[in-house]
């Protein structure tokens, strides 16, 4: 607690000192700082006390967690040992942990900084993660919301108060989404419910609130044979695994790409004006090396470093998602790239495409160089991409032994399902689309006109896709892009899974691991959305759509 407090003063003191040497309307907002940490302290005590009223480790996974985390504490060398099956000079048979440990590694370090018992550090640390996800998820949907309301106008005094007000509001209807959301299953308490493993559409049910017959891990596994959880479910169940240990990072990352997507280029500070070429433009902001590596990439060699960091991290802890994340980095590039080419009529869309790709080559780079030492030992589980359903003409064939396609692999997900699973994101985000996204589009296009300036500036500004990057809020454009990766997350099981060690359950890894990613995605692209359309339609029964759709949002 002393460290704590420390940190906190000194902290409080940077910051006022560093107010002081800022100008007006430049000053570090330090009372939303203190107000995080705030948060951060009053759901790390409440769920602290949650996990006090039951701090047994046993059931599900528990043991084995805490198992590799004393592992950790007890090897004198990286990889772990095996906790059961021990490498020793009497059984050389041994093995190592062969397990994304990064997340129990973590655990073990804090542990032997503290001092405190692993048996004591083991629910301090599901509590500490549920304290990062309630406060980074606060700060990242309230980021998203101020980064819109500041690019409409200029604050002044009095619209900077409720400037933060809707900051606040969007942080924690992100946090309490992401945190303590669910799915619409529990639907199924007013109804006379279904046994276990063996769901029913709801309106084959007789209708009755019955929540004695309501067991809510069903809500986890509503289509048969895979897993569908979300945060709150592993913070009640308290299994220290991957996907809950890289929470932190995953919304690290997204902070930072929300930092990329912000930022402003060379050329589009520059805008009309720019007479100069591009490489003079970035040597006139920028030297040497990173000049160079600008150049190439127009991402900065700093930023592509963390990313690649984080993704390792990422892989280290919960092997899927460097590799979402990876995908997702590269697409906001992308998008920054493409951006560039209505600023400056020497990049091309062939230019933007090699900038890319030499972007995400350095961040592959950087990525196996952090993650070389965990990649050395670590054999993947996942061996293979599975085909659903395949013809029978390929039945039992393969392509370079990676992609398979094997009889009698043809789960499916009923449409119902999948609607009782993710409705609630989606009315969020056919709302978007149909009342921002489309109209903003139509908008777009509707005003192209041919600009009186060079024909090479003309041939990019007339080109569609250019303009309405160029003409889109930046933030609609970063959460249209989580929308799409999150889809895509939630399709993939539906036509493929990676073949793992589950031989009946084979797509449940694939739907378990992607859709947990899909759901805070969602749930922080939801928070703004809600955000977004209060600030598209301020009149209470202005749109009859937007009515609608708070009706709809409301009973969800």
Known sequence: MIIVLGVALANMIILTQANKNHPEGTKYPWLIFIFEEVVFLVALSFWSYVRATEPSIRGLEKFMDYGFVNSILRSNFFPP????????????????IN????????????????GIDSTITYNLMIATLFAFTF???????????????????KPDKESSYFLGIFTVIAGLLAAFIVTFGGNLHTIYVFTSGYPNEKPQPVWELSVGYHPDRYWYPNATRFIPFTIHEFPIYSFVVADLHGHVSDIPMVFL?????????????????????????EIQDVKNNTSGVISEFENHTSISLPIIILLGLLTAIMYMTNAWDGLIYLILSALVIFYKNLRRIAYNPQISVFKACYKTFSALLFLIFFFLVFGLPFFLSFIPFASSIGVLCAPKALIGKSVLGKILFEEGKCQKSDFYMLALLWGFFYINVIGFITMIVIPKIKSITNSIQKPPQTKALNSFRQNRLITILRDMNEIDVFVSILIFISTLLLVFPEFFYLK?????????????KLGYQAFMMLGICSAYIVIRLKNEFPGRFKDISYVFYRSIFILA
Not at 254 to 269: G, R, Y
Request: hydrophobic share 35%; aromatic share 18%; charged share 15%.
């Open 81 to 96: 040992l095996d906790m059961w099956l021990t490498k020793s000079p009497d059984y050389t048979g041994g093995y190592f």
């Open 99 to 114: 397990y994304y440990y990064y997340g129990h590694y973590i655990n073990a370090f804090l542990t032997k900084l503290s």
């Open 135 to 153: 406060s980074l998820s606060f700060s990242l949907g309230g980021n998203l919301i101020n980064f819109f309301l500041r690019n409409l106008k």
């Open 253 to 277: 990352l997204l902070a930072i790409l929300l930092h990329v997507t912000t930022s402003k280029s060379n050329d589009e500070l520059n805008g009309k004006n720019k007479n100069k070429g």
């Open 500 to 512: 793992d060690i589950y031989p009946a359950h084979y797509r449940a890894n694939t739907m378990f």
